[in-house]
Protein backbone atom coordinates (compact mmCIF):
# COMPACT_ATOMS: atom_id res chain seq x y z
CA UNK A 1 0.00 0.00 0.00
CA UNK A 2 1.19 3.32 -0.90
CA UNK A 3 1.88 5.83 2.51
CA UNK A 4 -0.61 8.94 1.59
CA UNK A 5 -0.69 11.10 3.97
CA UNK A 6 -4.12 10.47 6.02
CA UNK A 7 -6.42 9.90 3.46
CA UNK A 8 -9.10 9.43 6.09
CA UNK A 9 -11.71 12.02 5.09
CA UNK A 10 -14.50 13.86 6.90
CA UNK A 11 -17.14 11.41 6.79
CA UNK A 12 -19.18 13.84 9.21
CA UNK A 13 -19.11 17.08 7.41
CA UNK A 14 -20.86 17.76 4.26
CA UNK A 15 -20.90 20.98 2.61
CA UNK A 16 -23.57 22.44 0.50
CA UNK A 17 -23.09 24.99 -2.73
CA UNK A 18 -22.39 25.17 -6.14
CA UNK A 19 -20.34 25.98 -9.17
CA UNK A 20 -21.82 29.35 -9.49
CA UNK A 21 -21.57 30.37 -6.14
CA UNK A 22 -17.74 29.65 -5.26
CA UNK A 23 -18.77 28.85 -1.68
CA UNK A 24 -19.01 26.12 0.83
CA UNK A 25 -21.00 26.55 3.65
CA UNK A 26 -21.75 23.64 6.93
CA UNK A 27 -25.05 22.03 6.45
CA UNK A 28 -25.80 23.32 9.79
CA UNK A 29 -24.29 26.11 12.33
CA UNK A 30 -22.25 23.72 14.37
CA UNK A 31 -20.79 21.10 12.01
CA UNK A 32 -17.56 23.10 11.48
CA UNK A 33 -16.98 23.86 15.25
CA UNK A 34 -17.27 20.09 15.83
CA UNK A 35 -14.88 19.17 12.58
CA UNK A 36 -12.17 21.61 13.40
CA UNK A 37 -12.28 21.13 16.98
CA UNK A 38 -8.93 19.01 16.77
CA UNK A 39 -6.20 19.15 15.12
CA UNK A 40 -6.95 15.88 13.77
CA UNK A 41 -9.84 16.83 12.08
CA UNK A 42 -7.70 20.05 10.45
CA UNK A 43 -5.94 17.20 8.82
CA UNK A 44 -8.82 15.15 7.99
CA UNK A 45 -9.89 18.30 5.93
CA UNK A 46 -6.87 18.75 4.85
CA UNK A 47 -6.97 15.58 3.29
CA UNK A 48 -10.18 17.28 1.32
CA UNK A 49 -8.49 19.28 -0.22
CA UNK A 50 -5.63 17.29 -1.71
CA UNK A 51 -8.90 14.59 -2.42
CA UNK A 52 -10.85 17.79 -4.06
CA UNK A 53 -7.80 17.21 -6.91
CA UNK A 54 -7.10 13.52 -6.75
CA UNK A 55 -10.46 11.25 -6.23
CA UNK A 56 -13.82 12.19 -7.72
CA UNK A 57 -15.27 12.23 -4.77
CA UNK A 58 -14.78 10.95 -0.76
CA UNK A 59 -17.41 8.73 -0.78
CA UNK A 60 -16.78 6.35 -3.97
CA UNK A 61 -16.02 6.12 -7.14
CA UNK A 62 -19.27 6.23 -8.73
CA UNK A 63 -20.25 9.14 -7.09
CA UNK A 64 -18.68 12.95 -7.99
CA UNK A 65 -18.27 16.24 -5.58
CA UNK A 66 -19.32 18.01 -9.44
CA UNK A 67 -22.55 17.67 -11.17
CA UNK A 68 -22.04 18.51 -14.46
CA UNK A 69 -25.45 18.14 -16.90
CA UNK A 70 -24.87 15.38 -19.23
CA UNK A 71 -21.79 13.67 -17.63
CA UNK A 72 -23.16 10.10 -16.24
CA UNK A 73 -19.75 8.68 -15.81
CA UNK A 74 -18.17 10.18 -12.50
CA UNK A 75 -14.41 9.10 -13.61
CA UNK A 76 -15.04 12.00 -16.30
CA UNK A 77 -15.18 14.87 -13.85
CA UNK A 78 -11.91 13.83 -12.30
CA UNK A 79 -9.37 16.44 -12.45
CA UNK A 80 -6.49 15.42 -13.74
CA UNK A 81 -8.77 13.15 -16.64
CA UNK A 82 -10.58 16.47 -17.15
CA UNK A 83 -7.11 18.20 -17.62
CA UNK A 84 -5.33 15.94 -19.79
CA UNK A 85 -8.26 15.75 -22.26
CA UNK A 86 -7.68 19.50 -22.42
CA UNK A 87 -4.01 19.61 -23.05
CA UNK A 88 -3.10 16.23 -24.91
CA UNK A 89 -6.53 15.56 -27.30
CA UNK A 90 -6.81 18.53 -28.90
CA UNK A 91 -2.73 18.28 -29.50
CA UNK A 92 -0.73 16.11 -31.74
CA UNK A 93 0.41 13.97 -28.81
CA UNK A 94 -2.81 12.23 -28.59
CA UNK A 95 -6.30 10.93 -30.52
CA UNK A 96 -8.74 9.12 -29.14
CA UNK A 97 -11.10 6.78 -30.63
CA UNK A 98 -14.20 6.94 -28.57
CA UNK A 99 -17.33 8.08 -30.89
CA UNK A 100 -18.23 11.24 -29.06
CA UNK A 101 -19.04 14.32 -30.27
CA UNK A 102 -17.49 16.25 -26.66
CA UNK A 103 -14.09 14.56 -27.03
CA UNK A 104 -14.00 14.46 -30.96
CA UNK A 105 -14.34 18.00 -31.38
CA UNK A 106 -10.69 18.59 -29.38
CA UNK A 107 -9.13 17.18 -32.67
CA UNK A 108 -11.10 18.53 -35.01
CA UNK A 109 -11.17 22.12 -33.28
CA UNK A 110 -14.84 22.65 -33.21
CA UNK A 111 -16.00 22.69 -29.16
CA UNK A 112 -18.33 24.78 -27.94
CA UNK A 113 -18.91 26.75 -24.49
CA UNK A 114 -21.62 23.65 -23.97
CA UNK A 115 -18.99 20.72 -24.04
CA UNK A 116 -19.73 18.89 -21.23
CA UNK A 117 -15.71 17.64 -20.79
CA UNK A 118 -14.50 21.10 -20.74
CA UNK A 119 -17.53 21.78 -18.59
CA UNK A 120 -15.88 19.04 -16.20
CA UNK A 121 -12.84 20.36 -15.94
CA UNK A 122 -14.05 23.88 -15.16
CA UNK A 123 -16.71 23.00 -12.58
CA UNK A 124 -13.49 20.68 -10.66
CA UNK A 125 -11.59 23.50 -10.63
CA UNK A 126 -14.02 25.96 -9.18
CA UNK A 127 -15.07 22.84 -6.25
CA UNK A 128 -11.58 22.81 -5.54
CA UNK A 129 -11.02 26.43 -4.72
CA UNK A 130 -14.15 26.52 -2.66
CA UNK A 131 -12.82 23.33 -0.53
CA UNK A 132 -9.51 25.93 -0.18
CA UNK A 133 -11.44 28.72 1.03
CA UNK A 134 -13.27 26.60 3.70
CA UNK A 135 -10.43 25.13 5.08
CA UNK A 136 -8.37 28.76 5.04
CA UNK A 137 -11.34 30.60 6.14
CA UNK A 138 -11.33 28.00 9.21
CA UNK A 139 -7.58 27.86 9.96
CA UNK A 140 -6.85 31.85 10.75
CA UNK A 141 -4.85 32.54 14.22
CA UNK A 142 -8.38 33.81 15.87
CA UNK A 143 -10.14 30.51 14.75
CA UNK A 144 -7.58 28.36 16.65
CA UNK A 145 -7.10 30.50 19.43
CA UNK A 146 -11.00 30.47 19.93
CA UNK A 147 -10.73 26.45 19.72
CA UNK A 148 -7.85 26.37 22.27
CA UNK A 149 -5.11 25.10 19.56
CA UNK A 150 -1.68 26.25 20.22
CA UNK A 151 1.73 25.58 20.37
CA UNK A 152 3.27 22.73 17.62
CA UNK A 153 -0.85 22.30 16.70
CA UNK A 154 -1.09 25.46 15.78
CA UNK A 155 2.14 25.36 14.14
CA UNK A 156 1.52 22.85 12.14
CA UNK A 157 -1.93 24.13 11.35
CA UNK A 158 -0.69 27.71 9.91
CA UNK A 159 1.37 24.42 7.24
CA UNK A 160 -1.55 23.11 6.39
CA UNK A 161 -3.72 26.64 5.82
CA UNK A 162 -0.23 27.58 3.28
CA UNK A 163 -0.80 24.58 1.45
CA UNK A 164 -4.70 24.89 1.11
CA UNK A 165 -3.71 28.45 -0.48
CA UNK A 166 -1.13 26.92 -3.01
CA UNK A 167 -3.99 24.39 -4.08
CA UNK A 168 -6.14 27.03 -4.83
CA UNK A 169 -3.31 28.55 -6.74
CA UNK A 170 -2.37 25.99 -8.64
CA UNK A 171 -6.08 25.34 -9.15
CA UNK A 172 -6.49 29.48 -10.31
CA UNK A 173 -3.05 29.26 -12.45
CA UNK A 174 -5.14 26.13 -14.52
CA UNK A 175 -8.35 28.31 -15.15
CA UNK A 176 -6.06 31.24 -16.28
CA UNK A 177 -3.75 28.95 -18.51
CA UNK A 178 -7.10 27.72 -20.32
CA UNK A 179 -10.33 29.85 -19.96
CA UNK A 180 -8.26 33.20 -19.47
CA UNK A 181 -10.72 35.17 -17.36
CA UNK A 182 -12.58 32.97 -14.85
CA UNK A 183 -15.01 34.07 -11.48
CA UNK A 184 -12.69 34.82 -8.56
CA UNK A 185 -13.37 34.66 -5.20
CA UNK A 186 -11.39 33.93 -1.90
CA UNK A 187 -11.94 33.28 1.25
CA UNK A 188 -12.31 36.77 2.07
CA UNK A 189 -15.71 37.44 0.19
CA UNK A 190 -19.15 36.21 2.43
CA UNK A 191 -20.32 32.92 2.59
CA UNK A 192 -23.31 31.75 1.28
CA UNK A 193 -25.21 33.76 -1.64
CA UNK A 194 -22.76 35.49 -3.21
CA UNK A 195 -21.71 35.42 -7.20
CA UNK A 196 -18.48 36.16 -7.65
CA UNK A 197 -17.19 38.77 -10.18
CA UNK A 198 -15.27 38.28 -13.31
CA UNK A 199 -11.25 38.32 -13.12
CA UNK A 200 -9.14 39.75 -16.12
CA UNK A 201 -6.07 36.83 -16.98
CA UNK A 202 -3.59 39.78 -15.68
CA UNK A 203 -5.18 40.43 -12.10
CA UNK A 204 -5.09 36.93 -12.34
CA UNK A 205 -1.67 36.46 -12.82
CA UNK A 206 -0.53 38.90 -10.35
CA UNK A 207 -2.93 37.28 -8.10
CA UNK A 208 -1.50 33.95 -7.78
CA UNK A 209 2.31 35.29 -8.14
CA UNK A 210 1.38 37.75 -4.50
CA UNK A 211 -0.19 34.20 -3.12
CA UNK A 212 2.70 31.87 -4.16
CA UNK A 213 4.86 34.50 -2.76
CA UNK A 214 2.87 35.09 0.63
CA UNK A 215 3.31 31.65 1.51
CA UNK A 216 7.00 31.11 1.02
CA UNK A 217 7.58 30.99 4.69
CA UNK A 218 4.53 28.95 5.30
CA UNK A 219 5.31 26.27 3.49
CA UNK A 220 7.60 23.89 5.03
CA UNK A 221 11.33 23.61 3.47
CA UNK A 222 11.63 21.58 -0.04
CA UNK A 223 11.16 17.72 0.57
CA UNK A 224 10.45 18.16 3.91
CA UNK A 225 7.08 17.71 4.04
CA UNK A 226 5.15 14.44 3.62
CA UNK A 227 4.71 12.52 0.20
CA UNK A 228 1.98 13.89 -1.42
CA UNK A 229 1.75 17.59 -0.23
CA UNK A 230 2.75 20.39 -1.23
CA UNK A 231 6.39 22.13 0.18
CA UNK A 232 7.94 25.40 -0.48
CA UNK A 233 9.49 23.81 -4.21
CA UNK A 234 6.23 23.27 -5.22
CA UNK A 235 5.02 26.72 -5.09
CA UNK A 236 8.26 27.71 -6.72
CA UNK A 237 8.36 25.55 -9.63
CA UNK A 238 4.58 26.85 -10.02
CA UNK A 239 6.17 30.02 -10.37
CA UNK A 240 8.98 29.22 -12.74
CA UNK A 241 5.91 27.36 -14.85
CA UNK A 242 4.13 30.54 -15.04
CA UNK A 243 6.58 32.96 -14.99
CA UNK A 244 7.78 30.93 -18.30
CA UNK A 245 4.29 31.92 -19.78
CA UNK A 246 3.80 35.25 -18.45
CA UNK A 247 4.22 36.67 -22.18
CA UNK A 248 0.92 34.89 -22.76
CA UNK A 249 -0.66 35.68 -19.98
CA UNK A 250 -0.12 38.86 -19.87
CA UNK A 251 1.69 40.22 -22.33
CA UNK A 252 4.95 41.06 -20.96
CA UNK A 253 7.67 38.38 -20.25
CA UNK A 254 9.46 37.75 -17.15
CA UNK A 255 11.61 35.08 -18.31
CA UNK A 256 14.20 35.82 -15.89
CA UNK A 257 11.94 35.45 -13.04
CA UNK A 258 11.53 31.89 -14.58
CA UNK A 259 15.05 31.73 -14.11
CA UNK A 260 15.61 32.57 -10.59
CA UNK A 261 12.75 30.42 -9.11
CA UNK A 262 13.38 27.55 -11.75
CA UNK A 263 16.88 27.58 -10.04
CA UNK A 264 15.75 27.56 -6.85
CA UNK A 265 13.79 24.33 -7.50
CA UNK A 266 16.97 22.36 -8.84
CA UNK A 267 19.14 23.82 -6.21
CA UNK A 268 16.58 22.22 -3.36
CA UNK A 269 18.15 19.17 -3.13
CA UNK A 270 16.07 16.92 -5.95
CA UNK A 271 18.02 14.42 -7.97
CA UNK A 272 17.33 13.41 -11.61
CA UNK A 273 15.92 9.71 -11.54
CA UNK A 274 18.89 7.12 -13.51
CA UNK A 275 15.94 5.61 -15.09
CA UNK A 276 13.12 7.30 -16.79
CA UNK A 277 10.49 4.45 -17.30
CA UNK A 278 10.10 4.35 -13.23
CA UNK A 279 8.46 7.55 -13.14
CA UNK A 280 5.75 6.31 -13.95
CA UNK A 281 5.89 3.08 -12.59
CA UNK A 282 3.42 2.03 -9.57
CA UNK A 283 6.20 2.41 -6.88
CA UNK A 284 7.20 5.79 -8.26
CA UNK A 285 6.32 6.76 -4.98
CA UNK A 286 9.36 4.93 -3.82
CA UNK A 287 12.70 7.25 -3.26
CA UNK A 288 11.37 9.39 -6.54
CA UNK A 289 14.59 11.88 -5.76
CA UNK A 290 12.92 13.67 -8.75
CA UNK A 291 9.26 14.41 -7.63
CA UNK A 292 8.79 17.35 -6.43
CA UNK A 293 4.71 16.93 -6.16
CA UNK A 294 2.74 14.36 -6.80
CA UNK A 295 -1.30 13.39 -7.48
CA UNK A 296 -1.30 10.24 -5.11
CA UNK A 297 -3.11 7.23 -6.20
CA UNK A 298 -3.66 3.70 -5.04
CA UNK A 299 -5.96 1.09 -6.37
CA UNK A 300 -7.48 -0.07 -3.13
CA UNK A 301 -7.26 3.53 -0.83
CA UNK A 302 -7.82 5.78 -3.57
CA UNK A 303 -9.77 4.89 -6.03
CA UNK A 304 -10.45 6.81 -8.90
CA UNK A 305 -11.55 6.02 -12.47
CA UNK A 306 -9.84 8.93 -13.45
CA UNK A 307 -6.21 9.89 -13.27
CA UNK A 308 -3.01 7.40 -14.05
CA UNK A 309 -5.91 4.70 -14.14
CA UNK A 310 -7.58 6.33 -17.40
CA UNK A 311 -4.25 7.28 -18.80
CA UNK A 312 -3.27 3.49 -18.43
CA UNK A 313 -6.45 1.92 -19.55
CA UNK A 314 -7.63 4.50 -22.25
CA UNK A 315 -4.47 3.73 -24.16
CA UNK A 316 -4.57 -0.12 -24.13
CA UNK A 317 -6.97 -2.05 -26.06
CA UNK A 318 -8.45 -5.65 -25.60
CA UNK A 319 -5.32 -7.70 -26.27
CA UNK A 320 -4.54 -9.84 -22.99
CA UNK A 321 -0.53 -9.90 -23.24
CA UNK A 322 -0.29 -6.08 -23.48
CA UNK A 323 -2.90 -5.62 -20.85
CA UNK A 324 -0.75 -7.90 -18.52
CA UNK A 325 2.22 -6.01 -19.77
CA UNK A 326 0.68 -2.59 -18.21
CA UNK A 327 -0.16 -4.33 -14.85
CA UNK A 328 -3.86 -4.56 -15.92
CA UNK A 329 -5.02 -7.71 -16.42
CA UNK A 330 -8.68 -6.32 -15.89
CA UNK A 331 -8.20 -5.22 -19.62
CA UNK A 332 -8.05 -1.65 -21.27
CA UNK A 333 -10.50 0.57 -22.74
CA UNK A 334 -9.43 1.13 -26.22
CA UNK A 335 -9.37 4.78 -26.23
CA UNK A 336 -6.51 7.30 -26.81
CA UNK A 337 -3.26 6.97 -28.95
CA UNK A 338 -0.59 8.65 -30.50
CA UNK A 339 -0.49 10.78 -33.73
CA UNK A 340 3.17 10.14 -35.48
CA UNK A 341 4.32 13.27 -34.99
CA UNK A 342 4.56 12.15 -31.02
CA UNK A 343 6.62 9.17 -31.61
CA UNK A 344 8.50 10.62 -34.76
CA UNK A 345 10.18 13.53 -32.59
CA UNK A 346 12.25 10.39 -31.06
CA UNK A 347 13.66 9.34 -34.73
CA UNK A 348 14.15 5.58 -33.50
CA UNK A 349 11.23 5.21 -31.83
CA UNK A 350 11.66 1.81 -30.97
CA UNK A 351 13.54 3.09 -27.72
CA UNK A 352 16.47 1.17 -28.64
CA UNK A 353 18.46 4.95 -28.59
CA UNK A 354 16.13 7.25 -26.57
CA UNK A 355 14.86 5.06 -23.39
CA UNK A 356 12.25 7.73 -23.06
CA UNK A 357 10.51 6.43 -26.57
CA UNK A 358 7.77 3.98 -25.06
CA UNK A 359 5.43 2.81 -27.65
CA UNK A 360 3.45 -0.11 -27.98
CA UNK A 361 0.73 -1.21 -30.10
CA UNK A 362 -1.06 0.23 -33.29
CA UNK A 363 0.19 1.81 -36.70
CA UNK A 364 2.52 4.88 -36.97
CA UNK A 365 -0.38 6.13 -39.65
CA UNK A 366 -4.23 7.08 -39.10
CA UNK A 367 -6.61 6.84 -41.30
CA UNK A 368 -9.51 6.55 -39.16
CA UNK A 369 -9.64 8.53 -35.70
CA UNK A 370 -11.89 5.89 -34.39
CA UNK A 371 -10.16 3.48 -35.39
CA UNK A 372 -8.41 2.88 -31.59
CA UNK A 373 -5.71 0.50 -33.40
CA UNK A 374 -4.52 3.54 -35.87
CA UNK A 375 -1.86 5.19 -33.92
CA UNK A 376 0.51 4.26 -31.78
CA UNK A 377 0.17 3.20 -28.20
CA UNK A 378 1.83 5.12 -25.81
CA UNK A 379 3.43 2.43 -22.56
CA UNK A 380 5.12 5.60 -20.63
CA UNK A 381 2.61 5.16 -17.02
CA UNK A 382 2.59 1.60 -16.57
CA UNK A 383 1.14 -0.08 -13.39
CA UNK A 384 4.02 -2.60 -12.58
CA UNK A 385 6.37 -2.18 -9.73
CA UNK A 386 10.24 -1.82 -10.71
CA UNK A 387 11.04 -5.06 -10.15
CA UNK A 388 8.54 -6.24 -12.27
CA UNK A 389 5.68 -7.35 -9.75
CA UNK A 390 2.18 -6.44 -10.23
CA UNK A 391 0.64 -4.44 -7.22
CA UNK A 392 -2.86 -5.45 -5.97
CA UNK A 393 -5.61 -4.20 -7.83
CA UNK A 394 -9.15 -5.37 -6.51
CA UNK A 395 -10.78 -5.45 -10.49
CA UNK A 396 -7.54 -5.21 -12.14
CA UNK A 397 -8.34 -2.08 -13.72
CA UNK A 398 -7.32 0.38 -11.16
CA UNK A 399 -4.14 1.56 -10.78
CA UNK A 400 -1.40 2.89 -7.99
CA UNK A 401 0.67 5.11 -10.40
CA UNK A 402 1.77 8.22 -8.97
CA UNK A 403 1.10 11.44 -11.77
CA UNK A 404 3.93 13.59 -11.27
CA UNK A 405 2.58 17.28 -11.18
CA UNK A 406 6.16 18.58 -10.72
CA UNK A 407 9.32 16.90 -11.12
CA UNK A 408 12.87 18.45 -11.59
CA UNK A 409 13.28 17.86 -15.21
CA UNK A 410 10.54 20.20 -16.34
CA UNK A 411 12.38 22.75 -14.03
CA UNK A 412 16.01 22.01 -15.68
CA UNK A 413 13.93 22.60 -19.00
CA UNK A 414 12.22 26.17 -18.07
CA UNK A 415 15.90 27.13 -17.25
CA UNK A 416 17.23 26.29 -20.56
CA UNK A 417 14.14 27.94 -22.39
CA UNK A 418 14.56 30.68 -20.54
CA UNK A 419 17.75 31.39 -21.37
CA UNK A 420 17.67 30.90 -24.87
CA UNK A 421 14.73 33.41 -24.75
CA UNK A 422 16.65 35.66 -23.47
CA UNK A 423 16.09 35.79 -19.82
CA UNK A 424 19.32 35.79 -18.35
CA UNK A 425 21.20 32.77 -17.03
CA UNK A 426 24.01 31.12 -18.10
CA UNK A 427 24.60 29.24 -21.38
CA UNK A 428 26.97 26.95 -20.12
CA UNK A 429 24.23 25.68 -17.22
CA UNK A 430 21.59 25.68 -19.65
CA UNK A 431 23.47 23.45 -21.78
CA UNK A 432 24.91 21.52 -18.85
CA UNK A 433 20.88 20.89 -17.77
CA UNK A 434 20.17 19.79 -21.63
CA UNK A 435 22.73 17.14 -21.59
CA UNK A 436 21.79 15.91 -18.15
CA UNK A 437 17.98 15.13 -19.47
CA UNK A 438 20.31 13.10 -22.52
CA UNK A 439 22.38 11.52 -21.07
CA UNK A 440 19.45 10.07 -18.62
CA UNK A 441 17.46 9.52 -21.80
CA UNK A 442 20.05 7.35 -23.66
CA UNK A 443 21.56 6.35 -21.04
CA UNK A 444 25.07 6.81 -22.02
CA UNK A 445 26.44 10.29 -23.81
CA UNK A 446 25.26 9.24 -26.86
CA UNK A 447 22.53 11.93 -26.71
CA UNK A 448 24.54 14.73 -25.37
CA UNK A 449 25.23 17.87 -27.33
CA UNK A 450 27.73 20.67 -28.02
CA UNK A 451 24.97 23.16 -28.84
CA UNK A 452 21.01 23.66 -29.26
CA UNK A 453 18.18 26.21 -30.67
CA UNK A 454 14.97 27.56 -29.06
CA UNK A 455 13.94 24.57 -31.60
CA UNK A 456 15.58 22.17 -30.22
CA UNK A 457 13.87 22.81 -26.66
CA UNK A 458 10.77 22.77 -27.95
CA UNK A 459 10.99 18.87 -29.41
CA UNK A 460 13.03 18.47 -26.12
CA UNK A 461 10.28 19.43 -23.40
CA UNK A 462 7.86 16.89 -26.07
CA UNK A 463 10.29 13.86 -25.95
CA UNK A 464 10.26 14.51 -21.74
CA UNK A 465 7.06 15.42 -20.99
CA UNK A 466 4.61 14.10 -23.33
CA UNK A 467 1.34 12.73 -22.34
CA UNK A 468 2.04 14.48 -18.42
CA UNK A 469 -0.07 17.19 -19.73
CA UNK A 470 1.90 20.07 -20.86
CA UNK A 471 1.70 19.92 -25.07
CA UNK A 472 -1.31 22.37 -25.26
CA UNK A 473 0.42 24.95 -23.53
CA UNK A 474 3.24 24.50 -24.86
CA UNK A 475 2.02 24.66 -28.41
CA UNK A 476 0.49 28.38 -27.57
CA UNK A 477 3.55 29.14 -26.00
CA UNK A 478 5.42 29.03 -29.32
CA UNK A 479 2.78 29.74 -31.46
CA UNK A 480 1.69 26.51 -32.57
CA UNK A 481 -1.51 25.90 -31.52
CA UNK A 482 -3.74 26.90 -33.76
CA UNK A 483 -1.67 28.25 -36.29
CA UNK A 484 -1.19 26.50 -40.02
CA UNK A 485 2.47 26.22 -39.59
CA UNK A 486 2.78 23.38 -37.36
CA UNK A 487 0.46 20.73 -38.19
CA UNK A 488 -0.36 17.34 -37.25
CA UNK A 489 -3.16 14.27 -38.50
CA UNK A 490 -6.65 15.37 -37.95
CA UNK A 491 -5.83 18.58 -37.09
CA UNK A 492 -9.07 20.85 -36.88
CA UNK A 493 -10.47 17.59 -38.45
CA UNK A 494 -8.34 17.48 -41.46
CA UNK A 495 -6.53 14.39 -42.07
CA UNK A 496 -3.65 16.12 -42.94
CA UNK A 497 -3.87 18.62 -40.62
CA UNK A 498 -5.18 22.21 -40.70
CA UNK A 499 -4.80 25.76 -39.29
CA UNK A 500 -7.84 27.22 -36.89
CA UNK A 501 -9.01 30.27 -35.51
CA UNK A 502 -6.92 31.37 -33.02
CA UNK A 503 -10.00 32.10 -30.68
CA UNK A 504 -9.38 28.20 -29.73
CA UNK A 505 -6.13 29.37 -27.67
CA UNK A 506 -8.63 29.73 -25.15
CA UNK A 507 -11.86 27.39 -24.04
CA UNK A 508 -14.54 29.18 -23.80
CA UNK A 509 -16.47 29.48 -20.20
CA UNK A 510 -19.10 26.95 -20.10
CA UNK A 511 -22.65 28.46 -21.37
CA UNK A 512 -24.44 26.89 -18.38
CA UNK A 513 -22.24 29.27 -16.02
CA UNK A 514 -22.83 32.59 -18.39
CA UNK A 515 -26.13 31.55 -17.55
CA UNK A 516 -26.33 31.31 -14.38
CA UNK A 517 -23.68 34.45 -13.42
CA UNK A 518 -24.87 37.70 -15.28
CA UNK A 519 -20.77 39.15 -14.17
CA UNK A 520 -19.53 36.86 -16.90
CA UNK A 521 -18.27 37.79 -19.82
CA UNK A 522 -18.10 34.91 -22.72
CA UNK A 523 -14.76 34.70 -24.13
CA UNK A 524 -14.23 36.14 -27.67
CA UNK A 525 -15.88 34.29 -30.56
CA UNK A 526 -17.37 31.50 -28.19
Known amino acids: MKKIFSWVFM ?11 LNLKPLNSNIADVQYATPLGYKQVLAKVYGSYSLVSSTGVGNSDVNVPGIT ?23 CAWNDANLQSYHNFNWTSSNIFINALYSRCLF ?7 FIRESTDEKLASRGIGGKDADDIKHYRAEARFVRAFQYWVLMDLFGQPPFVTDQDPIGKFIPKQISRTELFTYIETELKAIDGELVPPRGNEYGRADQAAAWALLARMYLNAAIYTGTAHYADAITYATQVINAGYVLMPHYKNLFMADNNVNNTEMILPISYDATHSQNYGGTTFLICSGHGTNVADNAKAGIPGGGWSGNRATKNLPQAFGDYSGNADKRAMFGLGSLEISDVLNFNAGLGVTKFNNVNSDGSTPYSPNGVLVSVDFPLFRLAEMYLIYIEAVKRNGGGSEATALEYFNRLRARAYENDNGKVTSFSLEDVFNERQRELYWEGFRRTDLVRFNRFTSGSYLWPWKAGVAGGAGADAHYNVFPIPSSEIISNTNLVQNANY
Not at 11 to 21: P, Y
Not at 79 to 91: C, D, G, I, P, V
Request: hydrophobic share 35%; net charge negative.
Open 11 to 21: GAVLFTGCAKD
Open 73 to 95: DAGTTDFLRAYWNLQELTTDEAK
Open 128 to 134: SITICNE
